[in-house]
């Protein structure tokens, strides 16, 4: 199906593991995000990329590692997940300056 | 950075009544857009409207980019409408989209 998809829905993982989510699309869009949404603040921005291979930091990127090698794909990896990254993840993607972001449906990962 | 500032933070409303939701922001922006956060949490998009006005079925949005606001009209409302309605803007050029605090709508049947 064409459109932006994010894997996994749901995740629980343990303080300390890797945890990597993944985001998809089939636009071709150049740019893709990264937002966490947490009661209290709102959708914050993580780290976005303009093209395959350029990468830039958000407004909360620290415990973050994104990677662009395909135009299609995005992923975002916690490191060593604590509980302070328990929120839910939403990826984003937009043809170009001038057009709107289109979301997609978000993980909501909980770190215990 | 920019600030953007939505009113009212929560409405309740019977169903088939009107609405207008609004967004205030700082400075120039150079996307502005509407969004639908339903029950389930999808962050739907309602519209793309940096300035001028759109329409689709009973929603409809203007964007005064000169007095830096933004106005979601919703008509007949239906209890699907419900959820939180964020507007979200970028400074410029800019890719950070800002985010509004959203006005959570409840339509009671």
């Known amino acids: 199906d064409a459109g932006i998809t994010q894997s996994p829905r749901y995740k629980i993982t343990e303080t300390g593991r890797q945890v990597t989510l993944m985001c998809h699309q089939t636009?071709?869009?150049?740019?893709m995000f990264w937002y966490r949404q947490d009661l209290g603040h709102g959708l914050r921005l993580i780290y976005y990329?303009?093209?395959?291979?350029?990468?830039d930091k958000g407004e909360v990127p620290d415990g973050y590692v994104v990677s662009r090698s395909k135009t299609e794909n995005f992923p975002l990896t916690l490191e060593s997940a604590t509980r302070s990254q328990t929120s839910v993840y939403f990826c984003?993607?937009?043809?170009?300056?001038?057009?709107?972001?289109?979301f997609g449906s978000g993980t909501r990962l909980t770190v215990v | 950075g920019i600030q953007v500032e939505q009113s009212p933070p929560d409405l309740i409303l019977q169903e088939g009544a009107n609405s207008t939701l609004r967004c205030n922001f700082s400075d120039s922006v150079n996307n502005l857009q509407w969004f639908h956060q339903n029950p389930w949490g999808q962050l739907i998009n309602l519209f793309y409207?940096?300035?001028g006005t759109k329409q689709n079925g009973r929603l409809s949005a203007t964007t005064v980019a000169t007095e830096r606001y933004s106005l979601l009209y919703i008509s007949s409302s239906q209890t699907t409408d419900s959820g939180v309605y964020f507007c979200?803007?970028?400074?410029?050029?800019?890719?950070?989209?800002?985010f509004g605090g959203g006005t959570r709508l409840m339509v009671k049947p």
């Open positions: 409207i940096p300035s």
């Open positions: 979200a803007a970028t400074l410029g050029a800019g890719n950070m989209l800002t």
């Open positions: 990329s303009a093209a395959a291979d350029i990468t």
């Open positions: 636009w071709s869009h150049s740019y």
């Open positions: 984003a993607s937009r043809q170009g300056t001038n057009y709107g972001y289109t």
